[in-house]
């Protein structure tokens, strides 16, 4: 049996209070809460399906992106889009948009300057455009813009990355991007004061992106972006097995409510036009081909993407581009008069 003296009680009851006094030290309160800054928890949105959060992280978050981290997110072709996560876990895909109703309504929270005007909403298009304003009832082929008899037939402002009639497509089960096909949409806005991974990374990619692929631009910061992604959709009109005949394509616009640009990324083209423009039921070819540029509406001005729309070089805007050195990649600046970006 062990015997303690005075003096040993006396070491033992100082060693166990000096090791309560480093434990409670060492952990935290049950209160106290870890600043967001030390805790930086680093996502790879860009290989994801699932959306990050939808609001605006605290400004203390403090994410900086490596230059390393950049030229990844750069070598990319596309931008983020998601189809999981979210309000309703399908992160930016847009449920409501399909055949038989073609169109979504977007509010900005911000201005959005266009061709000599200024837009504060769009709608969506299933049929590979933002809209700013009515359409005509029918259209002839090949396109012409601006339309001739406005105002007595509607002459509509648009940004089209792939004007053509569409309907959704189908997914094989041996693609390697399994995101589900149809229409994705999504906004970023406040740029210059987000502080969270995703506000920063969006940010940084897109002030790089414009700055190398536009003469003038050295100095433009974007604070707001929309991210509009048409994924494997096939032509109207076309037989049961043609929706197995996709394109994916997207359309970033980025403003400071001053100058705006537009980034179209196209990486995959199979079919060129519907069968009301003259195409093949089958294929999707033959006929007159997509209309690829802007129109400001009202009568007044219109740019068309030569040589590449409603022309056989359409199959071009995959392996050639203005900006940034990718082929598939084109750049516009957009906001008083359309200018190309630097071609490579």
Not at 167 to 175: E, N, V, Y
Not at 225 to 236: G, Y
Not at 266 to 281: K, Q, S, V
Not at 297 to 311: A, I, L, V
Request: with cysteine; charged share 20%; aromatic share 12%.
């Amino acid at each position: 049996m062990l015997r303690w003296n005075g003096v040993g009680v006396v070491c033992l009851l100082l060693a166990m209070l000096i090791q309560a006094v480093v434990a409670d030290e060492v952990k935290p309160s049950p209160t106290e809460k870890v600043p967001a800054a030390k805790v930086k928890e680093f996502k790879d949105y860009l290989h994801s399906r699932v959306a990050p959060p939808g609001h605006i992280a605290p400004r203390d978050e403090g994410y900086v992106i490596t230059e390393k981290r950049l030229k990844e997110i750069q070598n990319e072709l596309m931008y983020w889009y998601f189809d999981q996560g979210g309000d309703n876990n399908h992160g930016d895909y847009q449920t409501t948009i399909h055949s038989s109703s073609p169109q979504g309504n977007k509010n900005f929270t911000f201005k959005l300057p266009f061709f000599g005007f200024s837009f504060n909403y769009t709608r969506v298009n299933l049929n590979g455009y933002l809209e700013f304003s009515d359409p005509p009832e029918h259209y002839t082929y090949p396109l012409v813009f601006p339309i001739k008899e406005w105002p007595n037939k509607n002459d509509p402002s648009f940004i089209g990355v792939f004007f053509s009639k569409c309907r959704i497509g189908l997914l094989s089960p041996t693609d390697a991007d399994q995101r589900m096909p149809g229409v994705y949409y999504r906004v970023e806005s406040n740029l210059e004061h987000r502080t969270d991974q995703f506000g920063v990374e969006v940010r940084e990619r897109v002030l790089r992106d414009i700055r190398e692929g536009n003469v003038g631009a050295e100095t433009f910061i974007p604070k707001h972006v929309v991210i509009v992604t048409w994924k494997n959709v096939s032509f109207a009109g076309g037989i049961a097995s043609s929706l197995h005949k996709t394109n994916t394509f997207q359309m970033v616009v980025t403003t400071d409510e001053v100058t705006s640009y537009a980034i179209f990324n196209y990486e995959l083209i199979t079919w060129t036009t519907h069968t009301e423009a003259g195409g093949d039921t089958a294929t999707g070819l033959g006929g007159f081909p997509a209309f690829i540029g802007f129109n400001a509406g009202n009568g007044t001005q219109s740019f068309e993407y030569k040589p590449y729309s409603q022309s056989p070089k359409i199959w071009d805007l995959t392996s050639h581009g203005c900006g940034n050195g990718l082929p598939g990649r084109h750049i516009f600046h957009m906001d008083k008069q359309i200018m190309p970006g630097k071609c490579n």
